[in-house]
């Protein structure tokens, strides 16, 4: 594996931000969820999939990337206004590396910067020993509801922060 530079995420960023979501979620997140879930939860990249995206979502989140050797290997969000960590997502192949680790610790810091002193969120059974590692309680097992109107297990989380 190449460098990876965390940087914020750019227009161009678009297509490979949506296929690492796309990857974590059918390939990491595979033995959690059921297909119907996971189709739900994250739909092919596709041109509409892609504009959808730069017009709805990318401009009102701060969004970084991990960028290697020209690749995005994943992403985070963070809504400051509301104190969420809205997602991080590393793609299967880059899992384990930690990737998703250096993602959050700099999401954590912008939190900070902004003035926020916690962070709550929806994760996914999957990553939820993830959030646990770094510091995240377990506040109670829920259903997040997706943008398609389905719902999934998750657990919600919170981090204080320092």
Known sequence: MGRVDIRLAKLEDARGILGAHYSAVHETAAKDYTLEILRAWAT???????????????????TLVADVDGR??????????????RAVYVAAE???????????????????????????MDS????????LHHGY?????????LGS???MACVRMRKVLD
């Open 72 to 85: 995005i290997a994943g992403f985070g969000v963070i809504i400051e206004s509301a104190n969420e960590l």
């Open 149 to 151: 109107g389905a719902t």
């Open 94 to 120: 880059f899992g384990s590396k930690g990737i998703g680790s250096a993602l959050l610790r700099e999401l954590e810091r912008l939190a900070r910067q902004s003035g926020c002193t916690e962070l709550h």
């Open 124 to 131: 996914s059974l999957t990553a939820a020993p993830f959030y």
């Open 44 to 62: 092919p990249v596709t041109p509409a999939r892609i504009d959808d995206y730069l017009r709805n979502a990318l401009p009102k989140e701060t």
């Open 137 to 145: 309680e377990e506040l109670a097992r829920a259903e997040h509801a």
